[in-house]
T-cell receptor, first 110, second 114 residues
Framework: DQQVKQNSPSLSVQEGRISILNCDYTNSMFDYFLWYKKYPAEGPTFLISISSIKDKNEDGRFTVFLNKSAKHLSLHIVPSQPGDSAVYFCAASALGQFYFGTGTSLTVIP | DTGVSQDPRHKITKRGQNVTFRCDPISEHNRLYWYRQTLGQGPEFLTYFQNEAQLEKSRLLSDRFSAERPKGSFSTLEIQRTEQGDSAMYLC????????????FGEGSRLTVL
């Protein structure tokens, strides 16, 4: 049973525009939500996180929004850059366990 | 380099052979995780340790899989009698209890079972 879902397998965005990656979850016990970025042949790298008690966290060009009532979070990247092209995984944690979505492949077109 | 390191990076083996992967976490991290990732999927949880104690194992971890973390430092993941379905990337990650809990991943060990 997939507790974290990323329904868009891929996304293409023009350089300089906003990229919005979406994630839905089912377990209301999750207390942290995280985004990871993965390049081919590398392990995922941590990008940004948000606690379940907040609704927004911003770090430079990256902002994560959490809507607990909808059990939905999103990652906004603005402005998008070609180097942002990668697979992005959404993850949620509870009691030391982390659950990952299936990833969204972002392509930023120069 | 003080990140998470995994060895070997690639392993090709014949069906029925045993393989062992090693993970060295970030030194001050007390939690260590093993995940498996196949093409088009996100990392799937296998097991995790807090110090030397194995706290949880996934249903995915059949009795052919065993993980250890002696002395709470490095960890090994052994797969006995490998099957073609075991072909995947095996990822190790570590974290520090009490922080925001983000995982720091190694580069993974890719297993190909022929």
């Amino acid at each position: 049973d997939q507790q974290v879902k990323q329904n868009s397998p891929s996304l293409s965005v023009q350089e300089g525009r906003i990229s919005i990656l979406n994630c839905d979850y089912t377990n209301s016990m999750f207390d942290y939500f995280l985004w990871y970025k993965k390049y081919p042949a590398e392990g995922p790298t941590f990008l940004i996180s948000i606690s379940s008690i907040k609704d927004k966290n911003e770090d430079g060009r990256f902002t994560v929004f959490l809507n607990k009532s909808a059990k939905h979070l999103s990652l906004h990247i603005v402005p998008s850059q070609p180097g942002d092209s990668a697979v992005y995984f959404c993850a949620a944690s509870a009691l030391g366990q982390f659950y990952f979505g299936t990833g969204t492949s972002l392509t930023v077109i120069p | 380099d003080t990140g998470v390191s995994q060895d070997p990076r690639h392993k090709i083996t014949k069906r029925g052979q045993n393989v062992t992967f090693r993970c060295d976490p970030i030194s001050e991290h007390n939690r260590l995780y093993w995940y498996r990732q196949t093409l088009g999927q996100g990392p799937e949880f296998l097991t995790y340790f807090q110090n030397e104690a194995q706290l949880e194992k996934s249903r995915l971890l059949s009795d052919r899989f065993s993980a250890e973390r002696p002395k709470g430092s490095f960890s090994t993941l052994e797969i006995q009698r490998t099957e073609q379905g075991d072909s995947a990337m095996y990822l190790c990650a570590s974290s520090l209890v009490g922080t925001a809990g983000e995982l720091f991943f190694g580069e993974g060990s890719r297993l190909t079972v022929l």
